[in-house]
Every structure is written in structure tokens, then in C-alpha cells.
């Protein structure tokens, strides 16, 4: 597997943030996201994880922390861990370790995990796909979920099986031109963040 420099916290969860709002909440990608996103339902947590292994005890520790939290103050939460998996192939086969451990924990159909990646590519298509852009996030990251919630959301959204079909509409749209521009405004915006004041 490949593991990425040290990079910190703070900037990670900045780009992380911006990309939720910039493409998944700016997008439409998921209608879901912005009510939990306003109302600060949305646990980040940075993973300095560099193998697998500790990843899975980290992992199984944001579990728990779901399980014990009420959805009002939780809803949902992001592992974000930048060091580790950057392989895209290497984190794919690691999904399925990820499934295993919620059945030996007995959270299935209790707890869920979606996974994004800076190279994500669905089954059957080229990398370059500009379908595969609707997983794609900055950094390796699993996306906790409760199934309960989840049910909820789809009776709530009766179209909600269309929701795939239509993000794909959407990143053709948009292109993969008009996602560089995208990302281009979210880079800008960290590097304002970091420039030293001028005297």
C-alpha cells in the first residue's frame, strides 16, 4: 500500500469540509447531507492511522461512539485517514475487512460504511469516468451511517434509488473542466488561509 506524507489535521478536515460543501452538498450529490451539515450532526475525525490494522481499531472506535451518541447531537461521521490506502485497489480490498468487522461486531443492519476515495472507480469503467467523480474525496475516507436513519431518509425521499442516475447526469454536466474548477476555488482558498500576513 501506499502511504502519503504527514499532513495536518487542521488541513485535512478544511479540504474535507469544502469538498462536502463545494461538491457533495453544492452538487446535489447527496440531498441528504446539508440538513446534518447546517445543523453540525457530522463527526470528523482525522485518522493517523499507517496500516490497516490500526485503521480497523480506530474504525471499530467511531463505531461505538455512533452507537453510544444520539442521532441529534451524531448523525452521521467521516474517518478521514490520509496516510494510509492511497491505492485505490489496496483500500477496495480493505471494504471488505471493513464488512467483516461490522459482523463480528453485530452492527449489521444496525451501522453501515460508504467509502470515498481520491481515486475511487466503480466496476467496469475507465479511471478517468467522470461517474466515478461522484465518490471521489480528497482523502481515503469511510463514511459511518445508521440504517435506521438511512430508512428514514428514503421514505422521506421517495426517489431516492434515482439519486445515482441523476448524479451521473450531474458530473456530465459538469465535466471533468468543471470539476478541476471546482477544486481549483477550494486549493485558492487554503492557500489564502496559509499565506503569511504582509507587514
Known amino acids: 500500500m501506499n502511504e502519503s506524507r504527514d499532513i495536518p489535521e487542521d488541513e485535512v478536515l478544511a479540504h474535507t469540509r469544502q469538498w462536502l460543501e463545494k461538491a457533495v452538498i453544492g452538487l446535489n450529490l447527496c440531498p441528504f447531507a446539508k440538513a446534518e451539515h447546517v445543523h453540525g450532526r457530522i463527526h470528523y475525525r482525522v485518522s493517523q492511522a499507517r496500516d490497516g490494522e490500526q485503521l480497523l481499531i480506530e474504525l471499530g472506535e467511531e463505531l461505538q461512539r455512533l452507537l453510544d451518541t444520539p442521532a441529534d447531537q451524531i448523525e452521521t ?3 478521514i485517514h490520509p496516510m494510509v490506502f492511497q491505492d485505490f485497489l489496496d483500500f477496495n480490498d480493505f471494504i471488505g475487512d471493513v464488512d467483516d468487522l461490522i459482523e463480528r461486531l453485530g452492527l ?3 451501522l453501515q460504511v460508504a467509502s470515498f476515495h481520491p481515486r475511487f472507480q466503480f466496476a467496469d469503467t475507465a479511471e478517468d469516468d467522470i461517474g466515478n467523480f461522484t465518490n471521489r474525496a480528497p482523502y481515503p475516507t469511510l463514511h ?7 430508512d428514514r431518509a428514503v421514505q422521506a425521499f ?3 434509488d434515482e439519486i445515482f442516475e441523476r448524479n451521473i447526469l ?8 468543471g470539476w478541476q ?6 486549493s485558492e482558498g487554503s492557500a489564502a488561509r496559509k499565506e503569511p500576513d504582509k507587514p
Open 170 to 177: 450531474t458530473m456530465k454536466a459538469l465535466g471533468h473542466r
Open 181 to 186: 474548477t471546482l477544486f481549483d476555488a477550494v
Open 144 to 150: 459511518l451511517l445508521r440504517e435506521d436513519s438511512i
Open 158 to 160: 421517495p426517489e431516492a
Open 108 to 110: 449489521a443492519g444496525i
Open 77 to 79: 461521521s467521516l474517518l
